[in-house]
């Protein structure tokens, strides 16, 4: 950011009082990077609050190496909307925005399996889904400048995304549990309306995403009652301010950690585990990497 450059911080709001393109008064370009320039920013926020709040947790090195050059992304992506958006005659704080990425962190605070599932796995995964749409808009607009900058940034979030799968594969590798089960019995505790299509399943299933995990009409009945069922907590929940974690659990829980769901919390929150959970995690790691070698030395 340029020296003696100002960006005030835009007004937080629900959701729903979020302006439309056209209650914005924001040409739409500027109002779609606007909304971008949003993400992003809380993108590097997220990034940095997972190398942060699991810096004691049982990870390998290349876990937070991962996590700090996700934020470098993010932090890059920002600047590029910022300096787009001056030259479209605005500035970030032109119109309010939400705080439902946020939210998915606070969420997701508890454990990094349930961090990595709401955030890289789910919430960067909309950006394959939307990613594309919103460049197709742009050229349709004939912003051609902007199309190619969200285009680039698109390209590089297939990356975060992918990260994410990995490292959830590896700790789910580490606890013994079946990743596909996890990552649905996290969701539907943690985030149950984050799943939402439609889905880019070709751009998903590049980075590691199966259709089984993330999209609902492919899950096993009874996973899928449950999800039916969380849904309708988390709206009963909405009306007196609980998310879907403590209407089902029934308390507020512990908010200085996080909800905590039950997969993760026994086993992590074990420190006679912590030392056998690193190693496991460790020797994954390795084997990831030796099948990567041959693919990036092509
Ligand atoms: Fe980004
Ligand atoms: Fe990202």
């Avoid at 949003?38 to 990034?47: C, G, I, K, P, R």
């Avoid at 605070?109 to 955030?119: E, I, P, Q, T, Y």
Wanted: charged share 20%.
């Amino acid at each position: 950011m340029a020296p003696g450059t100002h960006h005030r911080a835009s007004t937080l709001v629900a959701p729903k009082q979020v302006p439309t393109a056209k209650a914005s008064r924001l040409p739409l370009p500027a109002y779609m990077l606007h909304s971008l320039a949003h993400v992003e920013l809380n993108a590097v926020d997220l990034a940095w609050d997972t190398v942060a709040r699991f810096a004691a947790a049982p990870l390998p090195r290349a876990f937070f190496l991962d996590f700090a050059r996700v934020a470098d992304d993010e932090s890059r992506h920002l600047l590029w909307c910022l300096q787009r958006l001056g030259e479209l005659g605005h500035a970030y704080g032109d119109m309010p925005a939400h705080s439902v990425l946020w939210e998915g962190a606070q969420a997701s605070a508890g454990d990094v399996g349930s961090r990595l599932a709401v955030v890289p796995m789910s919430q960067e995964a909309r950006g394959l889904d939307a990613g594309p749409r919103l460049v197709d808009r742009l050229v349709g607009l004939g912003d051609a400048r902007s199309a190619a900058i969200v285009r680039r940034i698109a390209q590089e979030e297939t990356a975060h995304v992918a990260v994410g799968v990995v490292w959830f594969r590896g700790v789910c590798a580490a606890l013994g549990a079946d990743p596909g089960h996890a990552f649905r019995a996290t969701i539907c505790t943690l985030c149950p309306d984050v799943l939402r299509g439609p889905f880019e399943a070709g751009a998903r299933a590049q980075v590691g995403l199966p259709p089984e995990w993330y999209d609902p009409g492919c899950w096993p009945e009874g996973e899928r009652e449950r999800l039916a069922e969380a849904l309708r907590a988390r709206k009963e929940g909405a009306l007196d301010g609980r998310t879907a974690a403590e209407v089902q659990g029934g308390g507020r829980g512990d908010t200085a950690r996080g909800p905590q769901t039950a997969l993760f919390s026994s086993t992590l929150q074990d420190a006679e585990n912590l030392g056998a959970l690193r190693a496991r995690l460790e020797h994954f790691v390795a084997g990831e990497t030796a099948r990567a070698a041959p693919a990036s030395a092509a």
